[in-house]
């Protein structure tokens, strides 16, 4: 199993950018694939990005490319989201997801793929 916690959430204007990390603790976090998603209020979790275990691999969100960047640092067991040009329909809590997989190319992007969450972190843009 494995553990997430995430952080680096906050309150930021419009424009703005935020460094969103999850630390990951437990065994063999190279073979998950890790996920970050997000909920707004009154809305379903949707899709935000995916990482796959080695990090050589990314899939986004069409409505956050460009903006958004996922990576990891396998050595540190860590999974990073950069978010870029914040907007107020951006706020939301952001969540980590991890999967274990033998997959090398796993890329999964329903919530329900993946069986292990961290609690969330708040992101709020204002406007």
């Known amino acids: 199993q494995v553990q997430l916690v995430e952080s680096g959430g906050g309150l930021v204007q419009a424009g703005g950018s935020l460094r969103l990390s999850c630390a990951a603790s437990?065994?063999?976090?190279?073979?998950?694939?890790m996920g970050w998603f997000r909920q707004a209020p009154g809305k379903e979790r949707s899709f935000v990005a995916a990482?796959?275990?080695?990090?050589?691999?990314?899939y986004h969100a069409d409505a956050m490319s460009g903006r958004f960047t996922i990576s990891r640092d396998n050595a540190k067991n860590t999974v990073s989201l950069q978010v870029n040009s914040l907007k107020p329909d951006d706020t939301a809590v952001y969540y980590c997801?991890?999967?274990?997989?033998?997959?090398?190319?796993?890329?999964?992007?329903?919530?329900?793929?993946?069986?292990?969450w961290g609690q969330g972190t708040q992101v709020t843009v204002s406007s």
């Open positions: 997801a991890a999967r274990y997989t033998y997959s090398c190319d796993s890329l999964p992007s329903w919530a329900n793929e993946y069986p292990y």
């Open positions: 990482i796959n275990r080695s990090g050589r691999a990314t």
């Open positions: 437990g065994r063999s976090f190279s073979s998950y694939v």
